[in-house]
């Protein structure tokens, strides 16, 4: 079954450094996003991304986000500068298409980004 | 920022219950309505999706979303030891941006 994958598992950073979280979604999808969980709260939409564009971005996106699709099959979140409060899981997700009744948005394991 | 209250549980039932987990939100304009199971250490896995008002079923699961009361429902039949896991409720006005709920703990007894 096609799976998205996320590297690393786990990143630990220093306060202000920056960091690429790195993503392979499932081939054939088109939409793609980033979600992050801080231990204990909710599940958080970032951003989503469609045909080399964000096409919808969150309150928490702001100018220390970034995502790109460097080439076919990779999708990154780059955080600039990196702070206590960035620690969280973060997942990225995939869909074939827009949800709907035949599309599902399917979830990577996560990277645990710890800042110290 | 409110936008979806679910109770956070812990809720332990013995093999074989009936499982009622809710969700309440504010926004009226949402119309997709998702459930998800996440275990530990994994990402969210997609179990029910609903579109507007209604009942879905898929097995053991059904979904209900009453957009009058702001109000949505999964209810597992049955339940398994295996249905031990988070259940998070999300919700979105435009099927892209996705507003969850804080997760319900489930743990089945055998």
């Known amino acids: 079954e096609p799976e998205v994958t996320q590297t690393p598992s786990h990143q630990v950073t220093q306060m202000g450094q920056e960091v690429i979280l790195r993503c392979v979604p499932i081939?054939?999808?088109?939409?793609f996003y980033w979600y992050r969980q801080i231990l204990g709260q909710k599940v958080e939409f970032l951003v989503s991304?469609?045909?080399?564009?964000?096409?919808?971005k969150s309150e928490i996106f702001d100018d220390q986000f970034s995502v790109e699709r460097p080439d076919g099959s990779n999708f990154t979140l780059k955080i600039r500068s990196t702070k206590l409060e960035d620690s969280a899981m973060y997942f990225c997700?995939?869909?074939?298409?827009?949800?709907?009744?035949?599309?599902?948005?399917?979830f990577g394991p996560g990277t645990r980004l710890t800042v110290l | 920022q409110k936008e979806v209250e679910q109770d956070p549980g812990p809720l332990s039932v013995p093999e074989g219950a009936i499982v009622s987990l809710n969700c309440t939100y504010s926004n009226s304009a949402f119309q997709y309505f998702m459930w998800y199971r996440q275990y530990s250490r994994k990402g969210p896995e997609l179990l029910m999706y609903?579109?507007?008002?209604g009942n879905k079923e898929d097995g053991r699961f059904t979904a209900q979303v009453d957009k009058s009361s702001k109000y949505i429902s999964l209810f597992i039949r049955d339940s398994q030891p295996s249905d031990s896991a988070t259940y998070l409720c999300a919700m979105s006005e435009t099927g892209n941006q996705f507003y969850f709920g804080t997760g319900t703990s489930l743990t089945v007894i055998p």
């Open positions: 997700a995939s869909s074939e298409g827009v949800i709907s009744s035949t599309d599902t948005q399917y």
């Open positions: 991304f469609y045909n080399n564009e964000i096409s919808e």
């Open positions: 081939s054939n999808h088109l939409y």
């Open positions: 609903t579109y507007s008002s």
